[in-house]
């Protein structure tokens, strides 16, 4: 059972943990931060880590050049793989014969075995599972699938985005002063959900913590092999504390429940299905 952070700073605390992640500049979105390739190589050749580059933006018929010599470049750093949204990263695969391996990382499709079982065909290592499936589904897709699967334990988790410029267009439908950071209040719910804009669009965030250590007995008990941490919007102490305990927990047992006090009791989706049912007339 490994450990990757997407951290915010860089210092001798990422050296407890088994990997990192590091979303990469100009093609990757959902982000605090974002790296290219000069700094990703400084922070590979520092920490002794399993390296994953996050490309998840859309990919456009005039960035497929580019990506190319970037995907070349990536092959020279020799990491242990590539997060990717845009099925055009597979088939740039395939076609460069690139041996860096890849994760599916499709936001909310990543939900059942066979599908990952089908692009574990297509030569997809592992899956970046869905924070909208339950713990139970999780364990399913680890024993029914072929591929490595990877779990979010603790992030603000992404709900949604798309490719417009939503607070720019509403900043002028309403007249009102633009702001690339928004905390908005879903009516039905009366949840806070943290929009976020930039060039490639815009970001709908939880504004709540995903806390999954609920499910880390279970996960330890199926060896689950990733366990992801994303530090974007966390309070740094907060977070680093948890890693700790949560690390201390997976080797030696320790009690975890101060993380419930630093990082609350939000667990999602884990123990909570999604059913939908027919609306009859």
Do not use: Q
């Not at 806070?192 to 815009?202: F, H, P, Q, R």
Request: net charge neutral; proline share 2%.
């Amino acid at each position: 059972m490994k450990m990757l952070i997407k951290p915010l700073e860089f210092n001798d605390k990422l050296n407890n943990y088994d990997g990192i992640i590091l979303p990469l500049k100009d093609y990757s979105v959902n982000y605090n931060t974002y790296f290219n390739l000069e700094e990703i190589k400084s922070i590979k050749e520092k920490y002794n880590k399993e390296i994953f580059i996050v490309i998840n933006r859309m990919i456009m018929n005039n960035d497929l050049e580019s990506l190319k010599n970037i995907l070349l470049e990536i092959e020279k750093l020799n990491i242990k793989g590539i997060f990717y949204y845009d099925i055009s990263i597979l088939e740039l695969k395939k076609e460069l014969n690139l041996k860096t391996d890849l994760v599916w990382n499709a936001n909310h499709m990543v939900t059942n075995y066979e599908t990952c079982n089908y692009y574990y065909s297509k030569g997809v290592k592992y899956a970046y599972l869905s924070n909208e499936i339950t713990l139970e589904e999780d364990l399913e897709i680890l024993k029914r699938s072929k591929i490595i699967p990877m779990i979010t334990m603790v992030a603000l988790p992404v709900i949604a985005d798309s490719y417009r410029r939503l607070l720019t267009n509403y900043s002028k439908a309403h007249n009102k002063e633009y702001k690339e950071k928004l905390v908005v209040t879903e009516k039905v719910t009366n949840e806070e959900y943290l929009v976020e804009e930039d060039k490639y669009g815009t970001t709908f965030k939880y504004n709540k913590i995903l806390n999954n250590i609920k499910c880390l007995e279970k996960l330890k008990e199926n060896n689950f092999p990733y366990l992801v941490f994303i530090e974007d919007g966390i309070d740094s102490n907060n977070f680093y504390k948890s890693l700790d305990l949560i690390k201390s927990n997976i080797e030696n047992n320790t009690s975890i429940e101060e993380v419930y006090n630093l990082l609350g009791r939000n667990t999602g989706f884990s123990y909570r299905k999604t059913i939908y049912r027919v609306n009859k007339k």
